[in-house]
Each structure stands twice: as structure tokens, then as C-alpha cells.
């Protein structure tokens, strides 16, 4: 009987101990949080499945996916990767349309797809397949200090100075006298000692950078005259017909506005996004373009408080940037582990979710009713600025070879900005033939 | 000796084989095979034999060109400081007041992991709030762009770089000059030799041998020079500080994924860092010096 009693209860552990599945989700750091609290959630409400976050740096995360998707190991089933990557992490992407079509009974009924955001959504497919559900749809703010541009003392000593009221910037020209004001070295009087944090260092950081720059040029009725409309998988670098759009008097007029602002930025070749945060958070200059996930940084440091008076949050001066993120699942995994992977990413991409993850966050939603929410909206500030954000976001290319064309440009743009090289349209030429050749190989 | 015996030995030193089989000469061969190939981890159906146009690439890659060009400076600067600075510092502690707590000291930046070493420089060479601007202002210098320009990138990688491994030199010359034969120092003293003429004339020919083989321990090790760069610039600005290593690292994993590529950069590596300690070797004669061969 005893033996009996204990092969029984041997076979209900190791039914189990089998019954649950384990998904090991990689993310980023900044997304690496708030799934880890979904995570939390996920297995509350699904005891069958337990999610293990593993969290890398942006750096590593990329070549462990690809060397995951490379060797079919499947050691990692849910992939939260940048979109940018797309073209090179769809290969080992389940397509999440064909899946939704043979599982029909895994689809939460209120999911509402519709409500997804269509570009956050848009960026996720690639080649007609969705390869991931958005997740951070993250993008560039102007953080300036709201307190220093509503001092009268300020407005009456500007409007002197400049012949203009002071206000929030609306474009780079206009920026580059804010910014001198706001500078230690130009105006004794300047409660800051820089106008504007810039990061322009030889990182993946640069790349973005020089979009929000370029971005109003290519986005602006003579670049689409002369480029055409931008392509979902090439992005604002590239014309419609896929040749590069920065090497051209518009790319130079980029770099310009670029060069002007660098005398009233702290050390802009050689600071970083941590950087340029700190220099914000500590009072240390007047203006910063950044995401939105460091908001929660700003609010909390002591040189801005009370945050709500002295934090602003505007529209970038020229153009935003895309930063958006997306879950994907591994294909190269089991019928069962996808099953549970689909369940999980749904969960962390619900409606409930996206608001969620805003308010405990700062992840930027990627729904339509979030951003539509009051609560959302009275809880992060940014949220009311986002739609007209996301209306005119310039995003980079989504093709496999990006990493590399994104590698060649920061040397150089860092070069050209250092005075390496020459400001010429011959330098940009000799970028764009670089460009080519990876592209043609 | 017994077959048993051999055998019982073959069987003891098999495990150590099979790990240095599979952990090296396996990853070793794989790269060489890679390096003919064009594999790509961002494109699928890639990994086809492309014979030697990853290695007439580089010739053409402007990008590992600078590479070389600060790989260089770092062997022709930063070995030199090294090499004199732990020199110096081996021979001016002895005899000290705090010899042994002093000997502790000078060991620390080797014993910090590379990765924090480099956070750490990182900070104290911050624009705004780095202690290196704040006592250059004190002094009434101006705020120094330490990673913005190409010259003071340089210089603050050489910096990170000469802080940790200048305790290596110092450690291996401080124990060999410890262990000098006495009785000819003592000769040396009794014909009035002291002080700067005995270093110079005895100690400084007694260290040769040791010296030579540090001088190419720290050459190697430059050629390879990566987390002070990773930690601190990142390569920039521009490709300033880019060395070999690290560019092969950003072609093989951060932005290129292109292993092809990046093997063969790793190829020539150690190629050039082979053909460069066979010919210090035999410039230097370091086979004689240490009693090694009789040419």
C-alpha cells in the first residue's frame, strides 16, 4: 500500500514538475523591468508557466539573438528586440499573423490589434509577416527646465539680448540663440552653465542623433519633393528609390545646425546618453533632447524638484526618432514553448499592460487608448505631447546590413563634427559609395 | 618507465588534451575556416567559401587601417612608459620606510577587473564632474574634452592603459631584481660601485633578460588592447581609438556581425603579433639572454 501511495504521488510530481513550461525571456535594460513585474503578473495568472527575464545590454543583446537564431539553439524563447534590427532578427521570428491564423483559440478576444498604434505596430512586420508585437514605443522629447524659461527675469534679459521673446524652441536656428543664452561662457548671467546637452560620441547614439537633425530637412516639403516618400523598411537615411539621402546639401544643412549648438553643450563628442542625463538631472544645463524613459530619473533627482515646476517636456525642434521595441518569439523553439511564449507576449502587450507599464515605468505606450487615458495622461506628463510626436517620428532602417552602414556613419559623423573632415558634400559622397558597397555585397 | 605507467599517464593528462583540443585548437581552427567564408549572422544562406577576399578587404578598410595606426601608438607610447615607470618604480621602493605596504599598493590597478577600472577612468575623466577637470581648474587650466578630442582620447586611453599594467612590469622587475645574484653586487660595491652607477652598470645588465622578455609580454598584450577602449571611448572619436581588437570586435559582434569578416581581422592579428615576437626575439636575442639556446 505504501509503495502504492508513493508511486502515485511520484507520478502527480512528475506530472507536475512537467506540466509547467519555462520561457526565458532576453531584453534590454530598459524594457528588462517592467517585464519582469509583467513576468510576476504573467505567472499569477498562468501557474502553468513560468517566465524567467534575462537582461543584457543593448550592446550584447543584438549578437546573442542573432547567435541564438544562428544556431537554432533556442535558448532563449522571447526575443524583445529594437526594431531596427527587424531585417536581421525576422529570420529567427515566428510570423505572429500565420500563427494567430492556426491558433485562433490562444487569441485573447480583447486584444484589439486595431488599437495598437499603426506605426509602433507597422515596424514590427517585416517582409508581410509580423515578427513582432510592439512593446516600448519609445521616441525623442525635448526635456528643458520649464522654471528658467517662465523667469521674467530671463524673458526681459533674452528679449534684450535677442530682439525675440524666450520660449521653447520650435527649431534647431532657434535653439542655437536659447542655447547660447542659457551658456555660462557667453552670458555671465545664465543660471546654467550649458544651454543644451548634446551626445554626438562615436556610439549607436550618433545615429540617432543626426536623425533629429536631418529628419526636418528629409521629412520637409523640398526633401520629400527631392527624395520621396520615406520607405517603412529604409527609413529617413535613405530616398524612396534606396540611395542615401544625407549625401546631399540637405545631409550638409543637418551637420550645420549640428555644428552650431556644439559651443553650448558640454563636451558633445565625448558624452553619452548617461552623460547628457546627469547633466540635465544635476542642473548643469538648460536643455536636453532624450527618451522618455528618463523622465522617471529627472522627476526624481533633487536638482529638479519640484519636477512639475521645473521640467518641461516639448516636441523635438526638428523631427523625433523611433525607438521602438518589440516582443518576438523564437521559432526554432517547441509547439508547446511557443504556445506559452504567444501567451505571454500578448499578456505583456494588452491593453491593461501598455497602461501599466506607463504608470509604474515610463514605458511609452504603444496603444491608443492609452494614450487616450486620463489616468495615463495625469500620470506621465510626456503622454498629452506624444501624438503629435508620434505623427511625425523619422525612424532608421530595418535592414540587415543597418549595424554596419550604422558603424561606417558614427566615425564618420564623429569625424566631421571633430573637423577631421571636412564639412563637404564630397565627404558625404565618400560616406553614401561606403554605403553602396554594403549594400551591393 | 612501464607502458602501464605511460598509459596511466596518457589517461591522467587526456582530460587536460580534450579541453585544450576543444576549447582551442578547435575555436582557433573554426575561426581560419571562418575567415575563407563570408558567414554573416544578420543575413541567412550566408557562410559560403569566398577564398581570400576577406583578407584583400582589409587591405581596402579604411577603418582597419586607423585601427593599426593607434595600435601602434599604444605599442610605441604606452609600452615604453610602462616598461620605464615600473622600472623606476622597482627600484626606488627598495629600501623603503613602507617597502611591502607600498609593494601592495602599486599592485592594485592590476587586480582590478579591466571593466571597473575603465568605468572608473571613465568618470574621474568627466567633463563636469570628474576630479581630473576640477584640480586642472584649481590650477587654473581650463576643462580638458577628454573624450571628444582625438589627441586627449589618445592620451586618456594610454593613461588607463599605463595605470593597469604599469604594476605588472613593476611586479616581475621588483621580484627579479630581488633575487640579483649578491655576490656580484657585493663586488661591484667593494670596487665603489653605489647607488645610480650600480644600477646602471650591474643591476640594469643583470635585468636585461627579464626586461626583454616583459618588453614582449606587454607588446603582446597591447596588440590586444580592448577593454580600456570598450569601457572608455568606444573607439571614438571618429576611429581615434579604435585599436585592432576592438575594431575586429565591432565587425565580428557589436555592429557587423559579419564573422567572416571579423575572422580574418582576428587572422591577421595573430599573424602580425607572431611575426612581431619572432623577430623581437631574435633581434634581442632573448633566447640567449635567458639561457635558453647557445646562438
Not at chain 1, 545646425?257 to 553619452?272: C, E, F, R, V
Not at chain 1, 547633466?279 to 548643469?284: T, V
Not at chain 1, 515605468?361 to 494614450?371: E, H, M, N, Q, Y
Amino acid at each position: 500500500m505504501k509503495l502504492k501511495l508513493l508511486l502515485l504521488a511520484l507520478a502527480l510530481l512528475s506530472v507536475l514538475a512537467f506540466a509547467e513550461v519555462t520561457i526565458s525571456v532576453v531584453a534590454c535594460s530598459d524594457n528588462a523591468d517592467s517585464l519582469k513585474w509583467l513576468a510576476e503578473e504573467f505567472m499569477k495568472r498562468n501557474p502553468d508557466i513560468k517566465v524567467e527575464v534575462t537582461t543584457l545590454s543593448w550592446e550584447v543583446l543584438y549578437p546573442r539573438i542573432l547567435a541564438d537564431i544562428s544556431a537554432k539553439s533556442g535558448a532563449f524563447d522571447v526575443f524583445n528586440w529594437d526594431v531596427m534590427t527587424a531585417g536581421a532578427v525576422s529570420q529567427g521570428c515566428l510570423d505572429l499573423f500565420e500563427f494567430i491564423k492556426q491558433n485562433p483559440d490562444l487569441v485573447d478576444p480583447s486584444y484589439d490589434m486595431d488599437d495598437l498604434l499603426p506605426l509602433a505596430k507597422n515596424l514590427g512586420i517585416w517582409d508581410g509577416k509580423l515578427v513582432g508585437f510592439p512593446y516600448f514605443n519609445n521616441t525623442m522629447l525635448f526635456y528643458y527646465r520649464k522654471d528658467l524659461f517662465e523667469n521674467p527675469k530671463y524673458k526681459e534679459e533674452f528679449e534684450k539680448m535677442f530682439g525675440r521673446p524666450l520660449r521653447v524652441p520650435t527649431t534647431w536656428a532657434e535653439a542655437v540663440d536659447v542655447a547660447r543664452y542659457f551658456t555660462k561662457s557667453y552670458n555671465k548671467n545664465s543660471p546654467t552653465q550649458y544651454g543644451i546637452a548634446l551626445m554626438f560620441p562615436t556610439t549607436h547614439t550618433m545615429f540617432y542623433m543626426y536623425l533629429i537633425f536631418f529628419g526636418p530637412y528629409r521629412r520637409s516639403v523640398e526633401g520629400l519633393t527631392r527624395f520621396g516618400p520615406v520607405d517603412l523598411d529604409y527609413g529617413d537615411y535613405f530616398t524612396a528609390d534606396r540611395k542615401p539621402a544625407f549625401a546631399s546639401d540637405l545631409g550638409l544643412k543637418a551637420f550645420e545646425d549640428m555644428k552650431a549648438l556644439m559651443p553650448y553643450s558640454p563636451d558633445p563628442l565625448g558624452s553619452d546618453y548617461g552623460e547628457t542625463l546627469e547633466y540635465f538631472a544635476k542642473g548643469i544645463v538648460a536643455m536636453v533632447p532624450q527618451w522618455t524613459n528618463p523622465y522617471l530619473q529627472f522627476k526624481s533627482s533633487p536638482a529638479l524638484q519640484p519636477a512639475a515646476e521645473k521640467i518641461g517636456i516639448a516636441p523635438m525642434p526638428g523631427r523625433s526618432v523611433a525607438g521602438n521595441w518589440a516582443l518576438g518569439i523564437n521559432k526554432f523553439i517547441s509547439t508547446e514553448k511557443q504556445k506559452a511564449a504567444f501567451k505571454f507576449i500578448q499578456f505583456a502587450t494588452s491593453k491593461w499592460a501598455d497602461k501599466e507599464k506607463l504608470i509604474r515605468f515610463a514605458i511609452a505606450p504603444v496603444r491608443k487608448s492609452t494614450l487616450e487615458d486620463a489616468e495615463a495622461q495625469n500620470a506621465i506628463p510626456w503622454v498629452k505631447v506624444l501624438p503629435s510626436i508620434y505623427a511625425d517620428e523619422t525612424f532608421r532602417p530595418r535592414i540587415p546590413e543597418e549595424p554596419r552602414l550604422e558603424d561606417i556613419s558614427n566615425i564618420n559623423f564623429a569625424k566631421i563634427l571633430s573637423g577631421e573632415l571636412p564639412l563637404t558634400l564630397d565627404t558625404l559622397n565618400k560616406l553614401a559609395n561606403e554605403w553602396e558597397k554594403v549594400l551591393t555585397k | 618507465m612501464t607502458s602501464t605507467h605511460k598509459r596511466t599517464g596518457f589517461f591522467m593528462v587526456l582530460p587536460a588534451i580534450v579541453l585544450f583540443l576543444v576549447m582551442t585548437v578547435y575555436p582557433f581552427a573554426y575561426m581560419i575556416y571562418n575567415s575563407f567564408t563570408n558567414l554573416d549572422l544578420s543575413k541567412s544562406g550566408t557562410g559560403q567559401f569566398v577564398g581570400l577576399r576577406n583578407y584583400t578587404d582589409i587591405v581596402r578598410d579604411q577603418l582597419a587601417l586607423s585601427s593599426i595606426e593607434f595600435t601602434a601608438l599604444m605599442v610605441l607610447i604606452a609600452v615604453p612608459v610602462e616598461m620605464i615607470l615600473g622600472l623606476a618604480l622597482s627600484y626606488l621602493i627598495r629600501g623603503l620606510f613602507a617597502e611591502k605596504a607600498l609593494r601592495s599598493l602599486f599592485l592594485i590597478p592590476m587586480m582590478v577587473p579591466a571593466a571597473v577600472g575603465g568605468f572608473g577612468w571613465k568618470m574621474l575623466f568627466n567633463f563636469i564632474f570628474g576630479p581630473i577637470n576640477y584640480f586642472l581648474n584649481l590650477i587654473g587650466l581650463q576643462s580638458i574634452e577628454w573624450f571628444g578630442k582625438i589627441n586627449t582620447a589618445r592620451t586618456a586611453v594610454m593613461i588607463v592603459e599605463i595605470w593597469q599594467w604599469t604594476p605588472f612590469v613593476f611586479l616581475i622587475l621588483y621580484a627579479a631584481l630581488q633575487a640579483l645574484p649578491k655576490d656580484i653586487l657585493d663586488a661591484g660595491k667593494v670596487d665603489g660601485a653605489d647607488g645610480w652607477r650600480l644600477f646602471l652598470h650591474i643591476e640594469l645588465p643583470l635585468l636585461r633578460p627579464i626586461l626583454y622578455v616583459t618588453l614582449l609580454l606587454r607588446i603582446i598584450d597591447v596588440l590586444r588592447t580592448f577593454d580600456s577602449v570598450y569601457m572608455t571611448t568606444y573607439g571614438g572619436p571618429g576611429s581615434a581609438t579604435s585599436t585592432w581588437s576592438f575594431y575586429a570586435y565591432k565587425v565580428t559582434v557589436s555592429y557587423g556581425w559579419n564573422i567572416g569578416y571579423g575572422s580574418a581581422l582576428c587572422v591577421i592579428l595573430v599573424i602580425v603579433s607572431g611575426i612581431l615576437i619572432n623577430t623581437l626575439t631574435r633581434v634581442l636575442n632573448i633566447g640567449r639572454e635567458l639561457g635558453l639556446s647557445k646562438e
